[in-house]
Nanobody
Framework: QVQLVESGGGSVQSGGSLRLSCAAS????????MGWYRQAPGKQRELVAA???????DYADAVKGRFTISRDNAKNTVYLQMNSLKPEDAAVYYC??????????????WGQGTQVTVSS
């Protein structure tokens, strides 16, 4: 059974920092694209950052220079360091793992989400 368990969310003031963690079980994250998504009330879920198995990284424009995604394969855990937080960063943050397979359905797993609140 695959589980992605997020932690580290909470409430901070604008300009503050949080570090989210996503601990995976049932899969080895080293062969997956690991991503962080967020969803604010009334908005669609959006990609925040992703790190591929080869190490390439993508960030949403809104978080570039402020957020850092990283991966510790030995701990099977993905992190999102969030600095200089803004009120517009407030959302539920979800961990995701994806793996494409030739001739088979993609593997796509989600965590339960962790709330991030940023007060101005």
């Amino acid at each position: 059974q695959v589980q992605l368990v997020e932690s580290g969310g909470g409430s901070v003031q604008s300009g503050g920092s949080l570090r989210l963690s996503c601990a995976a079980s049932g899969i080895f994250i080293g062969i997956y694209v690991m991503g962080w998504y967020r969803q604010a009330p009334g908005k669609q879920r959006e990609l925040v950052a992703a790190i591929a198995s080869g190490g390439s990284i993508d960030y949403a424009d809104a978080v570039k220079g402020r957020f850092t995604i990283s991966r510790d394969n030995a701990k099977n855990t993905v992190y999102l360091q969030m600095n200089s937080l803004k009120p517009e960063d407030a959302a539920v943050y979800y961990c995701n793992s994806k793996r494409s397979r030739i001739g088979l359905a993609d593997l796509d797993y989600w965590g339960q989400g962790t709330q991030v609140t940023v007060s101005s």
